[in-house]
């Protein structure tokens, strides 16, 4: 029986993902957050690349089971897919994808899949361009990009929903007052 929590955050660029990963690190005890960004091969080879990454990290997560550690990730394998479903790879990704979240949804955890979003898609604007903000150098920060990318994590939440009843999907609404969303999720996830 799960005696932790396995929380994956999952949203477009400028949404807060690190400000709300970081929140879970810090408030829930014995909890460990890791951060992931992919791989950067968007050629077919880049498929297996990612395959065997996530394999790998459901093992590891897999081996975590039971240790009363609860394990916070700040994007997964379903990044990969929404990557591909906007065509910015040159595979599809969906047939590894459905056999890594099956495997995902037998892991003995109490199991979170959050998607953050903005409501008002028109704060990518400030939140992209704004001081500090981190860039990547095979990831160009453009808000119709994370509109986009916002568009399909919620459509993939909602066939999360259906398919793994088992997995508790929640939608984050993160262009409200902090303190109100940091509510929010402590109610939702129970600490």
Do not use: H, W
Not at 7 to 22: A, F, L, R, S, Y
Not at 130 to 139: D, I, L, M, T, V
Not at 150 to 171: G, T
């Amino acid at each position: 029986m799960a005696n932790s929590k396995l929380i994956v955050v999952e949203g477009p660029q400028g949404v807060g993902k690190t400000t709300i990963t970081d929140f879970l690190r810090y408030s829930l005890s014995y909890t460990n957050l890791y951060r992931l960004c992919g791989t950067s091969d968007s050629t077919p080879t880049g498929k297996k690349k990612a395959e065997d990454m996530y394999v790998n990290l459901l093992e590891y997560i897999k081996g975590m089971e039971n240790k009363s550690i609860n394990l916070v990730f700040d994007r997964t394998f379903f990044t990969e897919e929404n990557y591909c479903r906007l065509g910015k790879k040159e595979y599809t990704y969906t047939d590894v994808y459905n056999r890594l979240l099956e495997q995902f949804s037998k892991l003995d955890f109490e199991i979170y899949y959050i998607t953050l979003y903005l409501k008002d898609e028109n704060l990518y604007n400030e939140r992209l361009r704004r001081e500090g903000k981190a860039s990547f150098q095979n990831s160009k920060f453009d808000v119709q990009n994370s509109i986009n990318q916002q568009r399909i994590y919620l459509e993939m939440a909602e066939e999360i929903r259906e398919k793994y009843p088992n997995i508790k999907v929640i939608n984050i609404d993160n262009d409200r007052d902090l303190d109100v969303v940091k509510q929010d999720i402590r109610d939702l996830i129970g600490f």
